[in-house]
């Protein structure tokens, strides 16, 4: 092949090549016909820093495909590539949940928000986050939060702020926010449909003080619990918030260290204690969760053994069909 016929070949296939591509996201005229769903998808299920490096486990959040509403919870920065091998459309998200603004919750939004934009072509989909994600020094671009005037492109979703309190609804499914103990502004939630009803804690601290064999302590004093006879203070809000719920998400991160911003599951049994929840799911672990030994079945076995309540450890690409506690409501 000569030179000019080499050119008319790359020409003739970039210009098809770029047809392709806008039929499937600039054109894109509407979503597949879903049906109304009840499922729960782990894209990945590691936090904080040693997480988001090696992403084990991965850093991605979780889908909750629930009735018409299909959204994605705390994308970290393992989002994309977990999309990839689950095979996920995120052109069919109605919306995106940051919970606050730390790496491993809030790293993966922008990519898919240009997939629920549909290569920000269309204005399409909500993001939901804290006010301190969106402003002053906002961690979300304002190109990704629907500011994309300049740019030429004219899709991006509607930005909506969380409030303690402050139900949201979303193609008949409502979310109502749950201020979370963690540092910055943080929300976890309580998801309501048909009568069914689904927590997620997000990252916040629970116990405040516990008893030792030499008196009670705090848990402002860093470091790991061994010396543990059982909990003294505890965040009375967090557990009356997640009560009622059926399914209860719950970040934990390790068993006992970083108490004084995570659950852990020295705190969870506590939690769950006289609580609804008929199944709780234990996410975000840290790598000493996993490295040199996996410890999230026997963390799983203690707070379902100490609470009484069924406790599941979640793992990357982790599908849950809760389409059971729909029934009879
Ligand atoms: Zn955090």
């Not at 050119?7 to 979503?31: N, V, Y």
């Not at 109304?36 to 909750?64: C, K």
């Not at 619990?225 to 557990?239: C, H, L, S, T």
Request: glycine share 10%; proline share 4%; hydrophobic share 35%.
């Amino acid at each position: 092949m000569d030179k000019a016929e080499i050119d008319l070949i790359l020409r003739e296939k970039t210009r098809q090549a770029i047809a392709d591509s806008r039929c499937k996201w600039r054109e894109r005229t509407g979503c597949p016909a879903k049906l109304p769903g009840a499922s729960i998808t782990f894209m990945g299920t590691g936090g904080n820093p040693e997480a988001v490096i090696g992403q084990r486990p991965r850093t991605a959040g979780f889908i909750l495909d629930i009735g018409d509403l299909y959204m994605w919870v705390d994308p970290g920065p393992g989002a994309l590539q977990a999309a990839q091998e689950e095979n996920i459309d995120m052109g069919m998200l109605d919306a995106i949940y940051i919970s606050h603004g730390h790496i491993d919750h809030y790293a993966g939004a922008e990519c898919l928000i240009e997939g629920m934009c549909w290569a920000m072509s269309a204005r399409r989909g909500l993001l939901l986050g804290p006010r301190d994600v969106f402003e002053d020094h906002p961690l979300i671009s304002e190109y990704h939060q629907g500011d994309t005037g300049k740019s030429g492109y004219a899709g991006g979703p509607e930005v909506i702020y969380l409030e303690n309190g402050k139900a949201i609804e979303i193609k008949g499914v409502t979310i109502t926010p749950q201020k979370a103990y963690h540092g910055s502004e943080n929300y976890g939630f309580v998801l309501e449909y048909k009568g069914f009803r689904l927590g997620y804690t997000g990252d916040t601290n629970y116990i405040r003080t516990y008893r030792t064999s030499k008196g009670i302590r705090s848990v402002e004093e860093l470091g790991i619990i061994m010396d543990f006879q059982g909990i003294e203070e505890y965040r009375q809000d967090i557990k009356d918030a997640y009560r009622d719920v059926d399914v209860l998400i719950a970040n934990v991160t390790t068993h006992n260290a970083w108490t004084h911003r995570h659950i852990t599951t020295l705190g969870l049994p506590h939690l769950l204690e006289g609580s609804q929840v008929r199944k709780v799911f234990l996410n975000h672990f840290n790598y000493c969760c996993l490295e040199p030994e996996d410890l999230r079945e026997t963390m799983a076995r203690y707070v379902e053994i100490t609470s009484g309540i069924p406790a599941r450890a979640a793992y990357d690409g982790l599908r849950v069909d809760v389409r059971e506690f729909l029934k009879g409501r």
